[in-house]
């Protein structure tokens, strides 16, 4: 399955919560399911667990921006650790330098942070990186590359950091750099999302 490029609102609403990765807006102004019939939409059916359980791994999923082979091969990794599964899974996902851009306030959203880390703006340790889901580790640095610091979006993002920077990162205001002063615990996740449901979806598919 290709990664999600539609109307990201509208994905929102139909998972019932806001992803910040995915889009600065928010689905509040309708805060209900898409569909012909509008607020009509919001009383439906009691869901089945497979729907609660399929909700749960699609608000990580979109926000974070990963295609179903990307995702599944994470979980894979997750549960092969000695870690408890949920909280290495939450940990991979904000590892990654597409979010790590995102979080530190370099991007508006993840896909924007993508598109930076892509384009070779981006810097780990003094290095160009130029792979999305490149994994950060503690003690990583990253850094702008000079001329991209003039980049239009990029001041306009920090001018206006989309999220609150995590407890994990230290964020240098002078030389716009950004540090993994630790590794991301599961509450560093920017919204609510009930990992158990991830489990057992895969469990039944693995």
């Given at each position: 399955?290709?990664?999600?490029?539609?109307?990201?609102?509208?994905?929102?609403?139909?998972?019932?919560?806001?992803?910040p990765g995915l889009s600065r807006k928010t689905m509040w102004d309708r805060a209900y399911p898409p569909g012909e019939?509008?607020?009509?939409?919001?009383?439906?059916?009691r869901e089945s667990d497979f729907k609660k359980q399929l909700v749960e791994?699609?608000?990580?999923?979109?926000?974070?921006?990963?295609?179903?082979?990307?995702?599944?091969r994470l979980f894979v990794e997750a549960k092969n650790n000695k870690a408890?599964?949920?909280?290495?899974?939450?940990?991979?996902l904000e590892r990654r330098l597409d979010n790590a851009v995102f979080r530190a306030g370099y991007a508006a959203t993840i896909p924007a942070a993508r598109q930076l880390v892509r384009h070779r703006h981006?810097?780990?340790?003094?290095?160009?990186?130029?792979?999305?889901s490149y994994r950060l580790k503690v003690g990583d640095e990253i850094t702008l590359k000079d001329k991209s610091k003039e980049l239009a979006i990029v001041k306009e993002s920090l001018e206006k950091v989309a999220l609150q920077r995590p407890d994990w990162m230290r964020f240098d205001?002078?030389?716009l750099s950004c540090r993994v002063a630790e590794l991301p615990s599961p509450d560093a996740v920017p919204f609510p999302v009930e990992m158990q449901l991830i489990v057992e979806y895969y469990s039944k598919r693995l």
């Open positions: 399955m290709s990664r999600y490029t539609g109307p990201r609102v509208k994905k929102m609403r139909a998972l019932g919560v806001d992803l019939h509008g607020p009509k939409n919001a009383r439906r059916r791994k699609q608000k990580l999923r979109f926000n974070y921006g990963l295609t179903e082979r990307q995702f599944r408890p599964t949920p909280d290495k899974l939450l940990e991979f981006i810097r780990v340790n003094g290095k160009r990186v130029d792979i999305p205001d002078d030389t």
